[in-house]
């Protein structure tokens, strides 16, 4: 009974953020939006939607992901695939996350699915802490983003893979490869289908199972999270942020803080860093392009959905001192003239 209420719960949830889609395109041809909401409500409703459409694609990629992953790789072919020794492996996933272009919601249920099916927790981190800044679609946008300071670029790219290494070097050092303490329902959800014991539409029904269970368990974390950062979009006073851009330990710190709170996807958000270049030190240009993509609102409630409290705590804290410590690091660096 407590199953079939989570589900009608879920689709519920997933019916209304449709619903508000539809309104948000055809709503003021059937009535005035702003009779019912002030400008500022109207506003979040905007920056909402936005957000979820922005993100809802690569979402999708990154559940089908988990799916085919799930029903269609064994263990033993993803264990073929990694290196036994632990330092290799943290590479590997590096040279993975180049090629894979998701953002840092999308990648979340790819990596759980991973782990589950025998990647090495560490790498898996690694995976998930890069992937959404070195695949090749933020590559580029990066670089586009910002032609005359190539700072910008190479250390956001340089502070990613640092930062990911650190990460893992961390997750190997204190969790040692414990992934039932890391995985809800670790131990439940962890077999596999083997193709030669399964037909191929019973596998396609298997597929189409996994998708709605992972993309129900996912998305209604999201919206809660999205909603909560179109409201702090909407009502944060963004003057603040001006008072402290020549302050390099403040300023850094606030830009950081400002790229969970805005919660842009990965893909995008250069462009929008891009406008503060003439008001912020370079230090703390590398905070808001580094840290957004591995840690925002609307991820931080992905993240707690597919991983235990413990280990997501772990996470935020861990990724916040070695961002927060490269980019001060970076910043000198760069006045000094390198980079």
């Not at 029903?71 to 993803?78: G, H, I, N």
């Not at 830009?255 to 703390?284: I, K, Q």
């Not at 957004?292 to 992905?302: I, Q």
Request: hydrophobic share 60%; aromatic share 16%; proline share 3%.
């Amino acid at each position: 009974m407590s199953i079939v209420i989570r589900y009608v719960g879920n689709v519920f949830l997933f019916l209304l953020a449709l619903l508000l889609m539809v309104f948000f395109f055809i709503g003021q041809e059937i009535m005035d939006i702003n009779a019912f909401l002030s400008s500022r409500w109207n506003s979040v409703f905007v920056v909402f939607l936005s957000i979820f459409l922005e993100a809802l694609p690569f979402l999708l990629i990154g559940v089908l992901a988990s799916a085919f992953i799930q029903v269609f790789v064994s263990e033993e072919m993803v264990q073929r695939c990694i290196p036994k020794n632990s330092i290799k492996a943290l590479f590997f996933a590096i040279i993975a996350a180049l090629v894979t272009p998701v953002c840092e919601c999308a990648i979340i249920p790819v990596v759980r699915r991973l782990i589950q099916k025998g990647i090495p927790l560490h790498a898996g981190v690694v995976l998930l802490v890069a992937a959404p800044i070195l695949n090749f679609i933020v590559f580029a946008s990066t670089y586009y983003a910002f032609p005359n300071h190539p700072a910008l670029f190479y250390g956001r790219v340089l502070l990613c893979v640092i930062t990911a290494l650190l990460v893992g070097l961390f997750t190997l050092v204190f969790f040692n490869g414990k992934v039932e303490h890391v995985i809800h329902n670790y131990g439940e959800i962890s077999h596999s289908i083997e193709g030669s014991k399964t037909s191929f539409s019973e596998r396609w029904r298997e597929f189409i199972q996994h998708f709605s269970q992972d993309f129900f368990s996912v998305v209604k974390y999201f919206i809660i999270g999205a909603l909560i950062a179109s409201c702090l979009q909407v009502f944060f006073n963004r003057s603040l942020l001006t008072e402290l851009g020549e302050q390099s330990i403040f300023g850094t710190a606030a830009m950081m803080g400002f790229s969970y709170l805005l919660s842009l996807c990965s893909e995008a958000d250069a462009f929008v860093a891009a406008t503060f270049v003439n008001s912020f030190r370079p230090e703390a240009m590398l905070g808001f392009l580094v840290f957004g993509p591995m840690l925002d609102l609307k991820n931080t409630f992905v993240l707690f959905a597919c991983f235990k409290p413990r280990f997501v705590l772990m996470f935020i804290i861990v990724v916040t001192c070695i961002v927060f410590s490269l980019s001060l690091l970076a910043g000198v660096i760069i006045e000094m003239g390198g980079l």
